[in-house]
């Protein structure tokens, strides 16, 4: 039981490339999130998906576009990258109780 | 909006010595509560959650927090710090206000303890 995985662990892009964060879960939770991490500033929700099949923007969603493919995976695409979008990016999901939520280990991506 | 204020963003203690982080919450609505740790380049982990029930919330790892409504104040707390609990600690809010239930973290306190 690996809970959460995130690929890859560490990134490097240069400006206007575009890449693609994976995210796995095996518990079988119907929800799913995509937060970032920026010092001082906590973690702020990106996109979720409240179950398979659905997904809607949280706070910051500009830049970024998202995909369930399934219960299990939900995955991050930066289309065109911006130094401001150097962050730690964290994937989550939630069972029935959604305040309760597992993370995965983070990738940390750097935009150069 | 519900929302966190965190009130130090460094705290440090001594190895043996209590533990307090400080959290205040804004809430429009009875409010669930959290604290999440994260270790060293590490994902968060749940400590403890308030939902209504007693306000007084036991975690792992011998943490606890005492929801006190008339003071808005959500306080984490250790009776004695460990090494191991050097960590950022995050309190959090749930945010009900689109019909599913979302977190929004505070700006995390990092605990550093020393020997």
């Known amino acids: 039981n690996a809970g959460v995985t995130q690929t890859p662990k560490f990134q490097v892009l240069k400006t206007g490339q575009s890449m693609t964060l994976q995210c796995a879960q095996d518990?079988?939770?119907?929800?799913m999130y995509w937060y970032r991490q920026d010092p001082g500033m906590g973690l702020r929700l990106i996109y979720y998906?409240?179950?398979?099949?659905?997904?809607d923007k949280g706070e910051v969603p500009n830049g970024y576009n998202v995909s369930r493919l399934n219960k299990r995976e939900f995955s991050l695409r930066l289309e065109s990258a911006a130094p401001s979008q150097t962050s730690v990016y964290f994937c989550?999901?939630?069972?029935?109780?959604?305040?309760?939520?597992?993370f995965g280990p983070g990738t940390r991506l750097l935009v150069l | 909006a519900q929302s966190v204020t965190q009130l130090d963003s460094h705290v440090s203690v001594s190895e043996g010595t209590p533990v307090l982080l400080r959290c205040n919450y804004s809430?429009?609505?009875?409010?669930?509560l959290f604290w999440y740790v994260q270790h060293p380049n590490k994902g968060l982990q749940l400590l403890l959650k308030?939902?209504?029930?007693?306000?007084l919330v036991k975690g792992i790892n011998g943490f606890e927090a005492e929801f006190k409504k008339s003071e808005t104040s959500f306080h984490l707390t250790k009776p004695s710090a460990h090494m191991s609990d050097a960590a950022e600690y995050f309190c959090?809010?749930?945010?009900?206000?689109?019909?599913?239930?979302?977190?929004?973290f505070g700006t995390g306190t990092r605990l550093l303890v020393s020997p």
């Open positions: 308030y939902t209504s029930a007693a306000t």
């Open positions: 989550a999901s939630s069972g029935t109780s959604p305040g309760t939520q597992y």
């Open positions: 518990m079988n939770h119907n929800s």
């Open positions: 959090v809010v749930s945010d009900q206000s689109t019909g599913f239930q979302k977190l929004v």
């Open positions: 998906s409240a179950s398979e099949g659905t997904t």
């Open positions: 809430s429009s609505y009875s409010p669930s």
